[in-house]
Nanobody
Framework: QVQLVESGGGLVQTGDSLRLSCAAS????????VGWFRHTPGKEREFVAS????????EVADSVKGRFTISRDIAKKMVYLQMNDLKPEDTAVYYC?????????????????WGQGTQVTVSS
């Protein structure tokens, strides 16, 4: 099993920055690709960013490219989502998810483990 706990969400203004953190634990968390997704009521959950086990390969969605960066600290079992120049359309619940495999993915169905989510609200 893998447990994921997100933190760092909050209420910010347009143009502000936030860093979300995802703390991973559990005996099954060893070499897992990790991703961030977000969900807004009335919409499907959306891919935001993903990173492979070693951190050598990362991908972000076009909608956040140039503003969001994903990174990880393997030793600390932490994954981060740095979000800059936030916009009202970034308002959502952000979820951390882990795969049972080492590579990254932008497909929600590829992820076996999910956190509870953290709310990010960007006011205009």
């Amino acid at each position: 099993q893998v447990q994921l706990v997100e933190s760092g969400g909050g209420l910010v203004q347009t143009g502000d920055s936030l860093r979300l953190s995802c703390a991973a634990s559990g005996p099954s968390f060893s070499k897992n690709g990790v991703g961030w997704f977000r969900h807004t009521p009335g919409k499907e959950r959306e891919f935001v960013a993903s990173i492979n086990w070693g951190g050598s390969r990362a991908e972000v969605a076009d909608s956040v490219k140039g503003r969001f960066t994903i990174s990880r600290d393997i030793a600390k079992k932490m994954v981060y989502l740095q979000m800059n120049d936030l916009k009202p359309e970034d308002t959502a619940v952000y979820y951390c998810a882990a795969r049972a495999f080492a590579n990254w993915s932008d497909k929600e169905s590829d992820y076996a483990y999910w956190g509870q989510g953290t709310q990010v609200t960007v006011s205009s």
